[in-house]
């Protein structure tokens, strides 16, 4: 690990006034203040010297400096232009060897290479959600304090595209942690804990304060860890899945059987794939895990007459 400065709070109004920055909530942007905070995420998310990871919204560089010093090449996805144009400079005056390739077009990511010729930062401009294709080598990890607004879809949308994601780390809003890594039968369990439970586990490791953040936002966060693991095996796929969890939990008090009757096309079809899955279809949604869910889906498919759209 090399001895890197991270930011201090010092610095990041310094830097916010300088560049005119005035924080949206719209695009979630709260920046964090606190190196010990950032050393925790980095800590948790078993940052190897070498790692690619990409972090989603790197701001003015708070935690991408942490991944750097970590030793990781990191690949950052940022939306607000005047941060992405930022950073560059905030990390070529924190981290000693660096230097900016330059680009050969405008639609070059900007990149800082160390005396190795390792790209160690790669800067994409784009909103997180639109990102198909990542430069450079795939990346095993996912680390990101997420703009609140988008976090679940950012996840899940990430897990999806990037099947080199092996763990992921990620600070969202304490509430959202909670769903994410909520069990079957627990009171949080819905949409979000059965769709990212397709892809990995999940596991909320801290709760953060709201004061190691500029500006501090009225919500308190936390940290979630996920380790991708193979989806449950099914014969329906990965998308007539994720419809039987939306319809499932559309209505959360209803029964499966009620609750899936429009997607089977009547509650007889609905009644015939939940026991073929073996599941009561009395029960609702809240009690059923991913396997069951995908065994659901596989037995609608399979069901004579049906039009896989
Ligand atoms: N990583 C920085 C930190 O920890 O201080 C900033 C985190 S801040 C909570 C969220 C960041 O995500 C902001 O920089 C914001 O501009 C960016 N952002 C918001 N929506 C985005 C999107 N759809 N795609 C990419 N970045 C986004």
Redesign the pocket.
């Known amino acids: 690990m090399s001895s890197i400065e991270l930011l201090n709070a010092t610095e990041i109004r310094e830097l916010a006034a300088r560049a005119g920055i005035r924080p ?1 909530k719209q ?6 203040l606190d190196g010990g905070t ?1 050393r925790k995420i980095v800590r948790q998310a078993d940052v190897l010297p070498g790692d690619r990871v990409v ?10 400096l942490g991944l750097l010093e970590a030793g990781a090449d990191v690949v950052a ?4 232009p005047v ?1 992405g144009r930022l950073l560059p400079t905030t990390v070529l005056a924190h981290v000693p060897g660096l230097s900016l390739v330059p680009a050969v077009s405008d639609d070059d990511p900007v990149v800082l290479r160390d005396a190795d010729g390792r790209d160690r930062l790669t800067i994409v401009l ?4 639109e990102v198909r294709a990542l430069p450079g080598p795939p990346p095993v990890a996912l680390v ?7 976090s679940v879809p ?1 996840l899940l949308t990430f897990l999806e595209r990037f099947d080199s994601l092996e763990r992921v780390l990620v ?1 969202v809003q304490a509430e959202v942690a909670d769903r994410l890594a909520a069990p079957p039968g627990s009171r949080t369990y819905g949409v979000p804990s059965a769709k990212a439970a397709w892809y990995a586990s999940a596991r909320r490791t801290a709760t953060v304060g709201r004061t190691v ?1 500029w500006p501090a936002p009225n919500v308190d966060s936390a940290l979630v860890r996920f380790d991708r693991r193979e989806p449950p095996v099914a014969t329906a796929s990965r998308a007539e899945v994720f419809a039987v969890v939306d319809s499932a939990f559309a209505q959360r008090r209803k029964m499966l059987r009620s609750a899936l009757a429009g997607l089977a096309g009547s509650p007889e079809a609905a009644v015939a794939a939940i026991e073929a899955a073996g599941i009561d279809p009395q029960a609702r949604g809240e009690v059923v895990d991913i396997a069951a869910f995908a065994r659901i889906a596989a037995a609608l498919a399979a069901q004579p007459g049906r039009v896989v759209s």
């Open positions: 949206t695009l979630g942007q709260n920046f964090v950032v972090e989603v919204g790197p701001g003015l560089g708070s935690l991408t996805v940022e939306i607000d941060l784009r909103d997180a959600l990101a304090n997420l703009p609140y607004n988008v950012v600070m953040f």
